[in-house]
């Protein structure tokens, strides 16, 4: 049997109309412009930090991609919208960044310009979150898994001499806020929670254990 014909087992691929198809396109470049711009924003002093911690981690853009990419109606067209996602919202922050800031961070923009490039890949496999299947659960599990390790690693976000260190409570609570939405919204048949969280779990034990996000991002991600 082709990889295909098991993919297929999984999830069955919808087929939209050309109009539906721009439309959820132009609907993702905007939905990116719109977060890139609001995360620009909020980077800027006399700014409530928590809304800038929010933005400036790998969490909150995981979980918005995983969203768009579970409800598109093809793995590829996942694939396309993500990217085109990150490409906005990417082109929108650092353009503005460059233009009115006068500033040129290098090392962010490597990094999540390799988040763009990946991102495409991700959204393919993500797709499949949605269907039946031991494959299905542990690809649901992996966008869970990178929130509840950085949610984690939150606890070392701020040492106690630092000025914000009382935030960390709230953004622990709004990574929870982003896992329950996943764990409701991702499966099709909420029975299928019973198989996708404990695998996070698990996998998120092994990722904190062996410091796997602080092996791959170093200095890069804003937790670490």
């Not at 050309?18 to 711009?37: N, P, R």
């Not at 109606?73 to 906005?88: D, E, Q, T």
């Amino acid at each position: 049997m082709r990889v295909q014909d098991k993919l297929d087992g999984i999830r069955i691929v919808s087929r939209p109309t050309a109009k539906q198809t721009v439309f959820s396109i132009a609907t993702a470049a905007m939905i990116g412009v719109v977060l890139g711009l609001a995360a620009k924003l909020v980077d800027t002093p006399g700014i409530n930090p928590l809304f800038d911690d929010i933005g400036g981690r790998l969490g909150i853009w995981v979980f918005a991609a995983t969203l768009l990419s579970v409800f598109s109606c093809s793995p590829k067209l996942a694939a396309v919208k993500a990217f085109v996602f990150f490409a906005s919202m990417l082109t929108v922050y650092y353009v503005y960044t460059v233009l009115f800031l006068h500033f040129f961070p290098t090392k962010a923009i490597l990094f999540w310009g390799i988040c763009a490039v990946i991102s495409p890949i991700c959204a393919y496999l993500i797709w499949y979150a949605r269907g039946v299947g031991g494959f299905s659960y542990l690809i649901a599990s992996l966008p869970i898994t990178v929130l509840l390790v950085e949610g984690f690693e939150l606890r070392n976000a701020y040492l106690p001499v630092h000025t914000h260190y009382y935030l960390i409570p709230l953004l622990m609570g709004f990574y929870l806020m982003m896992i329950t939405v996943l764990l409701i919204f991702i499966p099709r048949i909420k029975m299928q929670i019973l198989f996708i969280l404990p695998i996070a779990l698990f996998l998120s034990f092994i990722m904190i254990y062996f410091n796997v996000l602080g092996l791959i991002f170093g200095g890069l991600n804003s937790f670490l």
